[in-house]
């Protein structure tokens, strides 16, 4: 193998593993940094564990409306496994949902909202 196809293998490399740890470190920031957090009390409606590839939990919040207002849905995705068991066996009861919003995910592997519920807190009729 001549010099200059070595040089221009090396440089393709360093290139690629440059590109790699580039992304890796936008994903990590992206998962660590919250862009907002906050909380949304609701009925729990639904919970699931979704994805071909990238298995995520999934759950549904049906928020509480005004009288005569439509109800509305708050979409979320769970990251922590206890968290999703505790949501799990409060299916139908009132909570509270204490959420981060990371914005930015390149994927839908890291769950398929942008809202990641990390406590709850079920709430007394």
Not at 10 to 34: D, E, K, P, T
Not at 49 to 69: D, H, M, N, Q, R
Not at 86 to 93: I, T, Y
């Amino acid at each position: 193998m001549s010099q200059t196809r070595k040089s221009v293998v090396f440089y393709a490399l360093a290139f690629v593993i440059a590109v790699a740890v580039l992304f890796a470190g936008y994903v990590a920031l992206a998962l660590s940094w919250s862009y907002s957090s906050g909380e949304r009390a609701g009925f729990l409606q639904k919970m699931s564990l979704k994805g071909w590839v990238c298995k995520t939990w999934e759950g549904e919040l049906s928020l509480i409306a005004i009288p005569g207002a439509a109800p509305e849905k708050f979409l979320f995705s769970v990251r922590d496994g206890l968290v999703a068991k505790r949501l799990e066996a409060s299916m139908g009861k009132r909570v509270t949902l204490q959420y981060e919003q990371h914005k930015g995910l390149p994927s839908s592997c890291f769950g398929e909202t942008e809202y990641f519920v990390v406590d709850l807190k079920e709430v007394s009729p």
